[in-house]
């Protein structure tokens, strides 16, 4: 295991950024000084790059966990075949049209599974992607936003939109 401490003023895309560019299969942790987290990059044993109990992110794919009902499979999205990246905070009561436990809202969006989406507030996010060749969004939770979009934002194409709040 190596260490590696960045001081100054990087953003924290580019501190995973350079995590990814210096991953060479052993474990990697950088210490990002300005938010007081240690970043840890996995070996490309796994290649997992970012996981929570909702989404696990690869450096080519992400996958949504318990997508599909009632077989709660995951589904697999290749990072680019992504047109767009939108984030909101869960918030109690926020958006009941627009969000759902599970399965297809009343927007074109099919959410994966989070029964406690939209009951309470909580520091999960609600993450949707729209996908290209698919007539509709693909709505997860994400545990924490900050690492997710600082890896995620620099595996994406450049032409990809991420951007805050809901897309419908």
């Known amino acids: 295991m190596s260490l590696m401490i960045i001081e100054g003023t990087l953003s924290e895309a580019t501190l995973h950024e350079m995590a990814l560019l ?33 989404c696990k992110l690869t450096k080519t794919t992400i996958t949504i966990k318990w997508y599909y009902f009632p077989t709660t499979q995951g589904k697999n999205v290749k990072l680019d075949d992504i047109k767009g990246l939108y984030y909101k905070e869960q918030v109690c009561c926020g958006d009941p049209c627009k969000l759902k436990g599970w399965g297809m809202s009343l927007t074109p969006c099919w959410w994966a599974s989070d029964i406690t989406r939209g009951l309470r507030t909580t520091d999960r996010h609600n993450v949707v992607l ?14 924490n936003i900050k ?19 809901l897309p419908f």
């Open 22 to 54: 210096i991953g060479d299969g052993t474990h990697v942790e950088i210490f990002c000084p300005f938010d007081c987290n240690t970043v840890k990059m996995p070996s490309s044993k796994n290649n997992i790059i970012y996981e929570d109990e909702y």
């Open 130 to 143: 729209e996908v290209e060749g698919n007539t509709y969004y693909c709505g997860f939770s994400v545990e």
């Open 147 to 165: 690492d997710f979009l600082a890896v995620i934002r620099v595996l994406l194409k450049s032409e990809c939109c991420v951007q805050h709040g």
